[in-house]
């Protein structure tokens, strides 16, 4: 692990819209015991704000890793992905893309537009558990992420 990383607490971005998904991932991600401070919004639109830290986000953090959902209401998620990759200030934020979506249009189009990973949400609660647990054994604790 980046011994950068173990000094400040990891920031992550929940673009989500489901709130049953959102308590999950929060669920998960505490059993963990890493240090993490989760952000949520429930669309697009909102995500780019908070990345750009406009509005009512003028003074939030810079988030360390996004979790996107694909489906999301007022901008999507592919079009975030894209908007975040063209932006210089922007690009270098990893990008897991947590979708329900198991079309392989939608994986080669993620990855096209650069996300980091590609992972589908299962239906199982014990499963949807798991996933948000590699999530977090592998993004926020052997990965060495760029500096804010």
Not at 109 to 134: M, S, T, W
Not at 138 to 147: C, E, G, K, R
Request: net charge negative.
């Amino acid at each position: 692990m980046d011994p950068t990383n173990l000094a400040r607490p990891v920031e992550i971005l929940l673009v989500e819209d489901n709130p049953g998904d959102v308590e999950l991932t929060a669920e998960a991600l505490r059993a963990g015991k890493i240090s993490n401070q989760m952000h949520v919004v429930e669309d697009g639109e909102s995500a780019m704000a908070f990345l750009r830290k406009q509005g009512g986000y003028a003074g939030v953090p810079c988030p360390d890793v996004v979790l996107l959902d694909l489906n999301l209401p007022r901008k999507d998620g592919r079009e975030v992905l894209a908007e975040m990759k063209s932006d210089p200030a922007l690009r270098r934020i990893p990008v897991v893309v947590l979708t329900t979506s198991q079309a392989e249009r939608d994986l080669l189009q993620a990855y096209d537009l650069y996300a980091n990973c590609y992972l589908i949400k299962p239906i199982e609660f014990d499963r949807f558990i798991c996933v948000i647990g590699h999530i977090r054994d592998f993004w926020l604790s052997a990965v060495s992420l760029p500096p804010r």
